[in-house]
């Protein structure tokens, strides 16, 4: 499959893409996120997702999920609130199970994806796509970008994936009509625009349980965060998925420094976000 050229976003792309907080700023300006994630069967993607926005930077986070979550994610981050209100994006999906959705559940995810905020799907909200109206990013790994393909009636395995990720981003992205952030050793972000950009994960220790549930927090403060820039410019969502997969990245490198290079936890890889951030500031 033909592919346009692709290119490796770097830590001056990345930190170009982030800016302190003002004298002026409060909570609300800085960005709220609201998310919808986690299930009784996979709590812990909540939990992932909300620390790793906070790690990110966002003034708050409004965790609307299934009220069985919102224990667990109150636990590890009190400073989370449990209410619905306004928010600036949407990070949705992440540890859900389509099959289970309650008659509840999808109509919160349709009102948020009605909304025209800047979206960030994930894993069990990936079969939504088409009914959002704002900026979105999907955030799929090989088999659920084949999954999500094979469902809207193209053919498309794993293995087909697998042999040519960058061809099937950019064949989501247009087929779809929505910036595509396709997970890997190798992440491929792209949009219906044409822009293509890769980042080469700094460690491979990162390929364990979690780091994607992280990755969307982090996706989905970068949103918040930027929600008045997103409103003028759509294609933004693209540049800033691809920043949160760099930051990504190299936390997982600097969590796997502190221990000598050995391997580390989607939740380590968390709570190196903030020295990451704070490092591409002062580039
Ligand atoms: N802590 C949490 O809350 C976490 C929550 N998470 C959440 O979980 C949800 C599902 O995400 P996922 O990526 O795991 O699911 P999915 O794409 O369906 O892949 C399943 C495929 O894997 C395969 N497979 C299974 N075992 C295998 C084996 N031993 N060796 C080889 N293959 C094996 C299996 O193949 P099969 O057994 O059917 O042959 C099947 O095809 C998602 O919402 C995510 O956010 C995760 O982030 C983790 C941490
Ligand atoms: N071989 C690898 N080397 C480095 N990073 C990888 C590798 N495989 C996957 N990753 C990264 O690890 C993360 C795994 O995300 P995901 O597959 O959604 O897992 P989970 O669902 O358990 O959170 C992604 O950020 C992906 O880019």
């Not at 990110?56 to 299934?66: A, D, I, K, L």
């Not at 193209?154 to 099937?168: K, L, M, N």
Request: with cysteine.
């Amino acid at each position: 499959m033909a592919t346009g050229t692709w290119r490796e976003w770097t830590a001056d792309d990345a930190s170009a893409w982030l800016s302190r907080p003002g004298a002026d700023d409060d909570k609300y300006r800085r960005g709220v996120l609201g998310v919808i994630t986690g299930s009784p069967d996979y709590p812990g993607a909540a939990v992932l997702g909300v620390q790793a926005a906070y790690r990110t930077g966002v003034g708050m986070v409004r965790f609307t999920g299934p009220r069985s979550v919102r224990e667990a994610v109150l636990a590890a981050r009190p400073e989370t609130v449990g209410v619905a209100g306004r928010v600036q994006a949407w990070l949705l999906g992440s540890g859900m199970d389509p099959s289970k959705r309650s008659f509840r559940l999808g109509g919160d995810l349709q009102r948020a994806l009605a909304s025209g905020l800047p979206t960030v799907l994930d894993a069990g909200g990936l079969d939504l796509v088409g009914s959002h109206l704002g900026p979105t990013v999907i955030t799929p790994h090989r088999r659920e970008l084949a999954r999500l393909l094979s469902e809207r009636d193209t053919a498309c395995a794993f293995e087909d994936v697998d042999a040519d990720p960058a061809g099937w981003a950019e064949r989501t992205a247009d087929l779809l009509q929505v910036a595509v952030l396709l997970k890997g050793a190798v992440t491929h972000v792209c949009d219906p625009e044409g822009n293509l950009f890769t980042v080469t994960a700094s460690t491979h220790w990162l390929a364990s349980a979690g780091t994607g549930d992280v990755l969307g927090g982090v996706v989905g403060a970068l949103a918040a965060t930027h929600s008045e820039r997103l409103a003028r410019d759509a294609t933004a969502i693209t540049h800033l998925a691809a920043t949160a997969a760099f930051i990504h990245s190299e936390a997982a490198r600097r969590a796997s420094e502190a221990w000598d290079g050995g391997p580390v936890t989607a939740l380590d890889v968390a709570n190196a976000v903030p020295s990451v951030v704070g490092g591409l500031l002062r580039r």
